[in-house]
């Protein structure tokens, strides 16, 4: 639909898209599962995963982006959110409803 609404020029965006839209459903659950650890007690630490993440991300753009561009970005990011589902749900899973089913992950 990109070529069509915006023209041919923009026909490169369509990959970028197709990328990111892997994310929105990883968002999705992402933010579910994040909202367990939305508590006084769990904030500060889900806080800190989110920092971690950007911490991440930014690490992730920088080997990327020299060496595919705009499509780097676009990975970085889905690896970003990715990295940030599991987080949150080992930290539920560990924090909120005390499972500690992996006892090699170690989440504070």
């Not at 999705?28 to 995963?49: I, N, R």
């Not at 690490?59 to 676009?74: C, D, Q, S």
Request: hydrophobic share 55%.
């Amino acid at each position: 639909g990109i070529p069509f609404v915006f023209g041919t020029a923009y026909q490169d965006a369509t990959k970028l898209l197709m990328v990111m839209a892997v994310s929105a459903p990883i968002l999705f659950v992402a933010s579910s599962v994040g909202a367990t650890l939305v508590t006084q007690e769990h904030m500060k630490k889900k806080v800190k995963y989110m920092g971690t993440v950007a911490v991440v991300n930014i690490m992730l753009n920088t080997v990327l982006i020299p060496k595919f561009g705009a499509l780097g970005a676009a990975i970085a990011t889905v690896l970003s959110n990715a990295v940030l589902l599991v987080i949150f749900y080992v930290a539920a899973q560990n924090k909120v409803f005390n499972r500690k089913g992996n006892e090699n992950v170690a989440i504070n």
